[in-house]
């Protein structure tokens, strides 16, 4: 007697591999959330989650929202949702941006890549040679 495979799981019974992946962002979306801690929203998934979640609504809000349950029904593809993610983020204020992106190579303290994690791209280059906190 065969398996029957029900829509998005394979015949082991476990979730297709390609349905993963096609809901993964190519890239995650950082967040800050809480007290500041970073989160990286990496799926389609975790972006619903985060939005169905949050507090107040508004356009972006609605527009992500709107986006993820699409491309939970495979309407839209996940780079779309990342875009309406990223978007709805930035203007929630809780955008953060990537440590490995913006960190020097050999950041002498801690307390210097803490402050890379905060410091946004239109704050100015980070200098790498620069060791001490301003």
Not at 59 to 72: E, I, S, T, V, Y
Request: proline content about 8%; overall charge negative; hydrophobic content about 40%.
């Amino acid at each position: 007697m065969g398996l029957v495979s029900a829509p998005g799981v394979d015949a082991t019974g476990s979730f297709a591999e390609t349905q993963m992946t096609k809901r993964s962002f190519g890239r995650p979306v950082p967040i800050l959330v809480g007290l500041g801690f970073p989160r990286y929203v990496e799926n389609i998934w975790q972006a619903y989650d985060v939005l169905n979640e949050w507090p107040s609504r508004g356009p972006a809000h609605k527009a992500a929202f709107d986006a993820c349950r699409a491309g939970l029904a495979d309407e839209v593809d996940a780079e779309t949702v990342r875009a309406a993610f990223d978007t709805f983020a930035r203007k929630a204020g809780i955008l953060a941006y990537d440590i490995a992106a913006e960190t020097p190579a050999r950041a002498t303290t801690p307390a210097k890549a803490h402050d890379v994690w905060l410091k946004r791209p239109s704050d100015g280059p980070v200098d790498p040679g620069d060791t001490h906190l301003t």
